[in-house]
């Protein structure tokens, strides 16, 4: 089960971290992956973490601006959001799956077996 928060409304170049709380995994063998939507539109991936080791994947669009962490201890991961642009408007959704993030590659929506129930981010002056 993922339970994800820190949805909400910002001003452009503003700041926000979204959190996605995972239980029932027993091992840190999966990757935890942030995905966006945008009504009318088709899924995007945005980033991923691998929770074993940390090693990290990031779409273009996010890069620099976005980090992705997580505390293997409380099994949760964060997506830290700064200089947010209207166009990184959308519904937010964690997922997890038994994966490997690799840097160059963006796993597949598929591939993720676990959803979280979404979070809305609009960044609007």
């Known amino acids: 089960q993922l339970v994800e928060s820190g949805g909400g409304l910002v001003q452009p170049g503003g700041s926000l971290r979204l959190s996605c709380a995972a239980s029932g995994f027993t091992s840190d063998y999966y990757a935890v992956g942030w995905f966006r939507q945008v009504a009318g539109k088709e899924r995007e991936g945005v980033s991923c973490?691998?929770?074993?080791?940390?090693?990290?994947y990031y779409t273009g669009s996010v890069k620099g601006r976005f980090t992705i962490s997580r505390d293997n201890a409380k099994k949760t991961v964060y997506l830290q959001m700064n200089s947010l642009k209207p166009e990184d408007t959308a519904v937010y959704y964690c997922?997890?799956?038994?994966?490997?993030?690799?840097?160059?590659?963006?796993?597949?929506?598929?591939?993720?077996?676990?959803w979280g129930q979404g979070t809305q981010v609009t960044v609007s002056s």
């Open positions: 973490i691998s929770m074993s080791d940390g090693n990290t």
């Open positions: 997922a997890a799956g038994p994966l490997y993030c690799y840097s160059d590659y963006e796993q597949p929506a598929g591939g993720y077996d676990s």
